[in-house]
């Protein structure tokens, strides 16, 4: 049976004691959904992970009380009422929860998130192995600029030492509107191959303001595919068979481009009307030359997609100004060189996301298939297929990033997402 997220019960229409029926959404705070996404990812584990047990984890605290002393001798210099505390030892919780100060507990060691889920229910919690996960949740919580304490004494986690870097070094920002009208002119660059599902959908969701598209065909000759449909744009496409690498296809796919500005997409994937819309805004935002994009992967069906251990934010950079210097490295999951040498910084537009339906449109043995074509070109194998990950409802998530800034541009010296 598919899994619908941990909260799937909570989802039932409401009706309150005048018979007017409540949204759900609108009972869902910040904290129960962080609360939700928590136990979500935590019901799962991933095939191959071993268990480890989780009160070893935590070692022995020298001194918890001070420790927890000086949590709040920062949060009262910042002006803080409440804290964040990142990685808690278990040994520290009796003596937090007895200040009965509001905090929130965060943690990218699972198998320790588990056991403090198991020894303290009551704990607020959010548990996720990426950091960018993280960062976007709570940025749209409201726990951007909240006082960031390091509450274990042992070495800490990698992923937690990067959220503790960019709570504090990301800058949220508004996007002026701007029509598409007056916008840069923009490229679209996908890669394709005749057999994708779905083709005639991917063209037919693509706007009419686009100056160009620019398709490179992994096949040996453009007479072998089927007739493209009309368009409002221009078209260019060259036949070029995928034999060495995803980065030489999308080098090729950028030799191409003429526009300002060029978005990367693939045949699996689609923006919604209202990501289009806001494209021009992100093209004419001051100081920004390269935007990344939260990508959701629908599954089990297009009402939810996968969260936990990296799957959710899955930020991709698919936005960029086209300047001299930009390749792509990388025969599998490649990615853009040279976007720090551009003028202009990165950002993430937190709330505009990409729909990845691959799970939606294709069969396991096509997606086993084409990640065995993945680890063929990346020389080694790589890539496991699981049948069930954590899931949430997609509206629920997008009523929690509603309060997300429109933009958080990146500190330069932190490096890109994933890197």
């Not at 504090?168 to 994708?196: D, G, K, M, Y």
């Not at 093209?283 to 390269?290: C, E, L």
């Not at 990615?335 to 396991?364: M, N, W, Y």
Request: aromatic share 6%; proline share 10%.
């Amino acid at each position: 049976m598919p899994r619908h997220g941990a909260c799937g019960n909570a989802l039932s229409i409401l009706v309150d004691s005048g018979g007017v029926v409540v949204s759900p959404l609108e009972m869902m705070d910040a904290r129960y959904i962080l609360d939700t996404w928590t136990a979500e990812v935590l019901s799962f584990r991933m095939a191959g992970a071993g268990h480890v047990d989780a009160a070893a984890l935590s070692g022995p605290v020298a001194s918890p009380q001070a420790l927890l002393a000086r949590a709040q001798r920062l949060m009262q210099a910042a002006g803080r009422s409440r804290l964040l505390a990142l990685g808690a030892e278990t040994a520290l919780l009796p003596h937090l929860t007895a200040t009965g100060l509001p905090c929130l507990v965060v943690e990218t060691r699972l198998d320790h998130a588990r056991h403090i889920r198991a020894a303290w229910p009551h704990v607020p919690l959010l548990a996720d192995s990426s950091p960018w996960a993280l960062l976007l949740l709570l940025t749209a919580a409201g726990w951007a600029g909240e006082t960031v304490q390091p509450l274990q004494t042992a070495p800490q986690e990698d992923a937690l030492v990067r959220l503790a870097r960019l709570l504090p070094a990301v800058r949220p920002f508004s996007v002026p509107a701007t029509p598409a009208t007056v916008a840069p002119s923009l490229s679209l660059a996908a890669i394709l191959h005749p057999q994708e599902p779905d083709l005639a959908g991917f063209f037919a969701h693509l706007p009419p303001w686009l100056t160009e598209a620019v398709l490179v065909w992994d096949a040996p000759d453009l007479r072998d595919l089927a007739d493209m449909p009309a368009t409002p744009w221009p078209v260019r496409q060259e036949a070029r068979p995928l034999t060495d690498g995803f980065h030489q296809q999308r080098n090729h796919a950028l030799s191409l481009c003429g526009g300002e500005w060029v978005l990367l997409l693939d045949a699996d994937e689609r923006l919604p009307p209202e990501v289009w819309a806001a494209l021009p805004s992100l093209m004419a935002a001051p100081d920004v030359d390269a935007w990344w994009l939260p990508r959701e992967t629908l599954h089990p069906d297009a009402e939810h997609c996968l969260i936990g251990y990296g799957l959710w934010p899955d930020l991709q950079l698919r936005l960029f100004r086209r300047r001299p210097g930009l390749h792509f490295a990388g025969a599998v999951h490649e990615r853009l060189q040279g976007v720090d040498s551009l003028p202009g910084g990165q950002a993430v537009a937190c709330q505009l996301h990409i729909r990845h339906e691959q799970r939606l449109r294709k069969t396991p043995a096509d997606l086993a298939a084409k990640l065995a074509r993945f680890d063929v070109l990346g020389g080694r194998p790589q890539h496991l297929l699981q049948q069930e990950y954590p899931v949430l409802p997609r509206n629920v998530l997008h009523h929690l990033l509603a309060a997300a800034p429109e933009g958080l541009l990146l500190p330069r010296r932190l490096g890109a997402p994933g890197a």
